[in-house]
């Protein structure tokens, strides 16, 4: 890691180490929901980013390791490691599922069939009642006793979200994200040279889904419940907005990105319940004039500033 | 026949399948409720797989589309003129304006990006147009009463059979015919098949390729406009039926095989049977099998059953 993003990356930490100290509840809950969705959108990308693959299911394994949780911790009443471990290894293990199927298909195929392992999840969801409580949704999850109160369960959120974005930014910048990006860039080349080309697209599905799990048993926690829009398929579609408007040429783009729509939704929602048409019109902009997302906006200006010079 | 009834009725402990078996007429009313919702439906995912096959876009916007042309029958014809038939041709026409602007101002720039674009930017689509029609028709759920002389059912000498959903069945076909012909026998069609193979080619040849884009996205989200028109009166125009609409659509024209008019005829009558019947058998599990037989047609044959392989996909 460089210096400098190294630093970057402390300063961030620390700065949202202190967002308690400024005891606002609606602060503390809206910056523990902009880190889940930043992990989302980072897991997201190392699929898009880094293998070169759309998915439209992601939020499949959202809400496989939300539904997990929610469940183990409630209704099976596990303490918090056991059921945390098991939504991680739930979400790692359907996505390698989904994952040997997925790699047999690139472009508009791979993005088709995520999408109906996805809605296959989200049906499950919705129809098996006893269990997840279908439409009404899974309501009142028990959270640990030491991480029920706000604040405390702000800096678990924080230590294993940092956590997580540590070991991806580890995956990304391996040999193993090299040979991704290769097989991004060109499949037949990065086959030629010896890479077995659908193994690591496997591989970036399965690190993708189950870093999704994560952020969705968090989510659990910090709603106390999950619902059955978190597998629908426009939830998927949001992610896939929040990666393509940070930038999914950069690893933290993404997580600028999710940052920035979110609370670009809180400030509309002050004005308009028509959230959905202005982020419409944004997304319409960015498609047409900013391609690489805000991260490539920032390049395009540092490159700039450098020619002026 | 009897002592297989009493098995899945006693052993099995499966009523829905043991009624099916032991009551001819129930097991045709399910037959033929199957067809006229595949028919319905296949309306619909037409226009979706003529789109696709044309412009290469997957079009998200299309259930958008649809649920336009729902809304568009309830103001027209429930609310201003009382005339069904007015309103579907309101429907068909409305869409018919809102796919030259919508194709027009922004699809015509993506053809050639890459697929996240176009599924981005078709999303970008269903979100405004979701929010415009609840500015329009705000979040009520409105009833279409059936078109006169269709409100009774037919005598079909098996059982009785509402009239609006046997109609429902002849459309179907008809309009497959009528695309069929229009594809394979029209100039225009074949312009459009031309277009499919190489544009560049056709381009150089004097055709004007970018009208003739134009013209299959119009006839597309017409023929979203009149399903979800002719839809109307079983399901009544809401906020949310866009999404689930698409997703349906989505089943069947890639079972069927994308760009293929048959092929989303035959996907649209499996969807149907499916659906259908296992409603009956598996109650409450009826929304999962359409995705199963997506999941194994994309697994075995991801060009769908009558669609073709395309390069690149390894």
């Known amino acids: 890691m460089t210096r400098p993003v190294l630093a970057a990356c402390a300063a961030v930490f620390l700065l949202l180490a202190l967002v308690p100290l400024l005891e606002s509840n609606y602060l503390i809950d809206l910056f523990n929901e902009i880190m889940i969705y930043a992990l989302f959108a980072l897991s997201l990308n190392v699929i898009i980013g880094y293998s070169g693959n759309v998915s439209f299911g992601h939020a499949a394994y959202f809400a496989i390791g939300g539904y997990t949780m929610a469940i183990l911790l409630t209704t099976y009443e596990w303490s918090l490691l056991p059921a945390f471990a098991a939504a991680v290894a739930f979400s790692f293990a359907a996505s390698a599922v989904v994952a040997y199927f997925c790699t047999r298909l690139t472009d508009i195929y791979f993005a088709m069939l995520t999408l109906a392992f996805s809605m296959l999840v989200w049906g499950v969801a919705f129809k098996w009642r006893s269990m997840t409580g279908g439409d009404d949704g899974f309501v009142g999850v028990d959270v640990p006793a030491f991480i029920a109160e706000r604040v405390p369960f702000y800096y678990f959120s924080l230590v294993v979200i940092g956590a997580a974005v540590a070991v991806l930014w580890v995956i990304c910048h391996s040999a193993f994200g090299r040979a991704l990006l290769a097989v991004r860039e060109n499949p037949i080349r990065a086959g030629f040279v010896g890479i077995n080309t659908r193994l690591m697209r496997w591989w970036a599905f399965v690190v993708a889904g189950t870093f999704a799990g994560i952020a969705g048993s968090l989510f659990a926690m910090v709603h106390r419940g999950m619902y059955t829009e978190s597998a629908f398929w426009p939830e998927s579609a949001t992610v896939l907005i929040m990666t393509l408007l940070g930038g999914m040429y950069s690893f933290f783009g993404p997580a600028i990105g999710a940052a920035s729509l979110f609370l670009l939704e809180r400030l509309t929602n002050e004005y308009t319940e028509y959230w959905p048409l202005v982020l419409g019109t944004i997304l319409l902009a960015i498609l047409m004039f900013l391609p690489e997302g805000l991260a490539g906006l920032a390049q395009a200006i540092r490159r700039q500033i450098l020619r002026g010079r | ?314």
Request: hydrophobic content about 55%.
């Open chain 2, 1 to 314: 026949m009897d002592s297989i009834i009493q098995f899945v009725q006693q052993d099995l402990g499966n009523p829905g399948l043991a009624a099916l078996l032991s009551n001819p007429s129930f097991a045709f009313i399910q037959l033929m409720n199957s067809f006229s919702q595949a028919m319905n439906l296949f309306i619909i995912a037409a226009g979706l797989s003529l789109i696709f096959g044309v412009l290469r876009v997957i079009n998200f916007a299309h259930g958008a589309f649809y649920m336009f042309g729902a809304y568009i029958v309830y103001s027209v014809a429930q609310e201003w003129t009382g005339n069904f038939w007015l309103g579907v041709a309101a429907a068909g026409l409305g869409l018919a304006v809102m796919a030259v602007i919508i194709e027009r101002g922004l699809f015509q720039y993506i053809y050639d990006k890459e697929h996240l674009m176009q599924l981005l930017l078709t999303f970008a689509v269903v979100l405004i147009l979701s929010d415009v029609a609840k500015i329009i028709w705000g979040t009520d759920q409105y009833s279409v009463s059936y078109p006169a002389g269709m409100k009774g059912a037919v005598d079909l000498g098996v059982t009785f059979y509402p009239t609006y959903r046997l109609f429902l069945i002849v459309v179907g076909p008809a309009i497959a015919i009528g695309l069929w012909l229009f594809t394979e026998r029209t100039r225009f069609g074949r312009l459009t098949r031309a277009a499919t193979q190489d544009r560049e080619m056709l381009s150089a040849l004097g055709v004007n390729v970018p009208i003739i884009y134009t013209g299959v996205f119009i006839l597309g989200s017409v023929l979203a406009g009149i399903g979800g028109g002719l839809a109307a009166p079983f399901n009544s125009p809401t906020p949310g039926m866009d999404a689930t609409i698409i997703v349906d659509c989505f089943v069947i024209v890639i079972v069927g095989g994308l760009g293929s008019i048959w092929g989303s005829f035959i996907g649209a009558i499996i969807y149907g049977l499916v659906f259908n019947y296992g409603s009956v058998i598996v109650p409450n599990w009826q929304d999962v099998f359409p995705f199963l037989i997506l999941l194994a047609v994309l697994l075995v044959r991801p060009w769908g059953l009558f669609g073709k392989p395309e390069g690149g996909n390894a």
